[in-house]
């Protein structure tokens, strides 16, 4: 709020009010000698726009013509220094914003193994904002100017453009990114992207966002490493909620659960609560059998069972179809 009053604003600002006072107050002291207010007002106006069509009624007394040269002084004074700060504000913002592009651009430039966001929308904006609480660099590319605001005024890097054009793609420093995660609500414009992304950088990370089951396969064989499928992700949180009520409160509620979750998805290990299949390799196999065949990569930490019943995890106990098992997990590996 106080950058409001900085300059030039605050003269801008300042230079408005003065003209309006000193006009409003010439337009009251000719109404109080006796004329109409719109003889006053337009009196008023075509003085200090220094238009000169002449005098709307006789300037005949010492008061009127004091009034008068007063307005003349003050209001042409006044509506200088108004324009001179109009022009200031104009060149000022224009080249508050050259500088600004330029020094975004310096610092994208200089970026290496970060990570770029390609959509600024719910999904886009949740990813940032996790990525910014983990101290991970990454540029935002938005087509929305709108959207990109708000993610200005939080300090993110951004660049106004189209994702699916390789020159965005380039200038956001593809070729020296680490991961790049397209979020757009467009299926076929997150494949796109990822066939861009792969063309540009062979070893980049690529994560795609996928509304349609059916385009995870066409993503990944764009060159997606990871597909997420929100709906499907939902769909599973809901189930997961109905079928383990216990279990899910436990792991998902509380700052402190959602600080411990946080800190072991920056060590690349994930802590959730999946169901046993039918069609599951794992099911029916014991918890030692389990966590052979998944080459130790996940450790079980209880199982709830169909009837309810919550159990702590040990070699003999055999996985069931229908249970829900909570583990941690690493490098995509489950059960």
């Known amino acids: 709020m106080n950058d409001i009053w900085k300059s030039p604003i605050r003269n801008l600002i300042g230079g408005i ?7 409003a107050t010439a337009a009251g002291l000719y109404v109080a000698h006796g004329w109409r ?9 075509i003085t200090i726009f220094t238009v000169g069509y002449g005098e709307v009624r006789p300037v005949n007394t010492e008061q009127l013509r004091w009034i008068t040269e007063s307005l003349v002084v ?55 904002r996790e990525l910014a609480a983990g101290n991970r660099r990454f540029v935002v590319i938005e087509r929305n100017e709108e959207r990109l605001v708000g993610a200005r005024e939080l300090g993110y890097l951004c660049l106004t453009g189209d994702a699916t ?10 070729v020296r990114a680490k991961v790049l995660a397209t979020v757009l609500p467009s299926d076929a414009a997150n494949v796109f992207i990822t066939l861009s992304a792969r063309a540009l950088n062979p070893t980049l990370e690529i994560i795609a966002r996928g509304e349609d089951p059916s385009t995870e396969s066409k993503l990944r064989q764009a ?11 939902g769909a599973e949180r809901v189930a997961e909620i109905i079928l383990y009520p216990t279990t899910a409160s436990l792991l998902r509620e509380g700052k402190r659960m959602h600080a411990l979750e946080h800190d072991l ?6 802590l959730e609560t999946i169901v046993v299949e039918d069609t599951s390799r794992y099911a029916w196999r014991t918890i030692a059998e389990v966590e052979a065949l998944s080459a130790r990569n996940c450790l079980i930490i ?14 003999s106990l055999r996985l069931m179809p229908g249970d829900g098992v909570t583990l941690l997990r690493r490098g995509g590996e489950g059960i």
Do not use: W
């Open 265 to 270: 998805n920056r060590l690349g290990v994930e």
């Open 37 to 45: 207010l719109s003889d006053a007002v337009y009196m008023v106006i």
């Open 165 to 174: 054009e390789e020159a965005i793609l380039i200038a956001a420093g593809i």
């Open 74 to 128: 003050l209001g042409c004074t006044g509506m200088i220094f108004l324009t001179g700060s109009l022009v200031q504000f104009i060149t000022f913002s224009t080249l508050q914003q050259l500088v600004g592009q330029k020094r975004m651009k310096s610092q994208i430039d200089s970026l290496a193994g970060h990570v770029i966001i390609c959509g600024y929308g719910r999904i886009g904006l949740i990813l940032a």
């Open 17 to 23: 009010i003065f003209v309006v006072l000193v006009g």
């Open 302 to 315: 209880s199982v709830s069972h169909t009837d309810g019943t919550t159990e702590q995890p040990y070699p």
């Open 223 to 233: 060159g997606a490493n990871q597909v997420v499928l929100p709906a499907h992700i």
